[in-house]
């Protein structure tokens, strides 16, 4: 399930009381620009969703959040295993008697999240633990993690394993290049970047581990 940025970034731009120029000029965009993420016509870069997260004060994981899921009403899905893979997942959910404490997700069911430049994300599971997100990243050729190589900074720690491509990782002034069956960890205090710098996809399980205080940001 895809789901669409710009209507949730509306819907806390609106919540929050700030009008679309306040927010772009907060944000360094164009207000025309904004209002095309918000219509769904245009996709922010990595950069600038974590600036958008900065100024409304939410957390990225509230992105993938479903609707349908009842996290914040203590209770979350669960799926029954064991009935076969060729039965329709959807069919099989029921409430864990571990009330946020069990998150298993299907493939069919997981949440996602498309950025600009190509960048998708894919959460793996889903916790009540706001620091903490773990996904599955897919970079197409050629995509970069920010505009006009700009870095991010926020808290926590960031812990990547890759699957398939080349993944160029640049943590402040040092260059990293890693390859499937590769992995890196790093703190995010120190301003990085992610390119695909490979012909073929970047595929990679990725994990951060942020503090409750911490948003992230841009870094100038």
């Not at 996709?43 to 957390?59: C, D, E, M, W, Y």
């Not at 069990?102 to 894919?122: K, Y």
């Not at 120190?190 to 073929?200: L, S, T, Y």
Request: contains cysteine; hydrophobic residues 35%; charged residues 20%.
């Amino acid at each position: 399930m895809l789901h669409n940025i710009g209507t949730r970034l509306k819907e806390r731009r609106t919540a929050a009381g700030m009008s679309l120029r306040e927010m772009a000029r907060e944000a360094d965009v164009s207000p025309s620009f904004l209002s095309q993420i918000e219509n769904g016509k245009s996709q922010p870069s990595v950069a600038t969703l974590f600036s958008f997260a900065r100024i409304l004060g939410f957390k990225i994981d509230e992105l993938f959040e479903d609707e349908n899921a009842a996290l914040a009403g203590g209770d979350v899905p669960h799926m029954q295993v064991g009935d076969g893979d060729e039965k329709d997942p959807a069919r099989f959910w029921s409430n864990s008697a571990y009330t946020n404490r069990i998150s298993l997700i299907h493939p069919s069911h997981r949440a996602q999240v498309g950025v600009a430049h190509g960048v998708h994300w894919e959460r793996l599971a889903a916790t009540p633990e706001t620091s903490c997100n773990f996904m599955k990243l897919v970079y197409e050729p050629g995509s970069t993690s920010t505009d006009s190589g700009e870095t991010v900074v926020h808290d926590g720690y960031e812990y990547g394993y890759i699957l398939s491509g080349t993944f160029e990782v640049t943590i402040g002034s040092e260059v990293f290049v890693l390859s499937a069956g590769e992995s890196i960890g790093f703190d995010c205090s120190i301003p990085h970047v992610f390119r695909n710098i490979g012909e073929v996809p970047v595929e990679g399980i990725w994990f951060i581990h942020g503090t409750h205080n911490g948003t992230p940001h841009r870094s100038r």
